[in-house]
């Protein structure tokens, strides 16, 4: 059974720094891409940044620069280095995990809330 746990989330100040954490269990881990995804009170969920599962990234325009996604294969963990965190930061963050043929993401866990703010 396919398992996905956040842990990280918190409050911080405008400038500050977090990182988020996801333990992976239940399948093959390093043959999935993997996702940090956002959802912002009464925004739709979006797609923050990606791994490969051969640790190609990608990420939005708003975080380039800022966050760093990573992922430790040994250990089943997916990680997000966010620096230089802005309000509009602000929401909950949840991982995914993408399907082999790449055509969507098919698990979640069940979020982190990550709160930037003065």
């Known amino acids: 059974q396919v398992h996905l746990v956040e842990s990280g989330g918190g409050l911080v100040q405008p400038g500050g720094s977090l990182r988020l954490s996801c333990a992976a269990s239940g399948y093959i881990f390093n043959i999935h891409a993997m996702g940090w995804y956002r959802q912002a009170p009464g925004a739709q969920r979006e797609l923050v940044a990606s791994?490969?599962?051969?640790?190609?990234?990608n990420y939005i325009d708003s975080v380039k620069g800022r966050f760093t996604i990573s992922r430790d294969n040994a250990e089943k963990m997916v990680y997000l280095q966010m620096n230089n965190l802005k309000p509009e930061d602000t929401a909950v963050y949840y991982c995914?995990?993408?399907?082999?043929?790449?055509?969507?993401?098919?698990?979640w866990g069940q979020g982190t809330q990550v709160t930037v703010s003065s």
């Open positions: 791994i490969s599962a051969t640790g190609s990234t």
């Open positions: 995914a995990r993408r399907k082999v043929d790449g055509t969507r993401y098919d698990y």
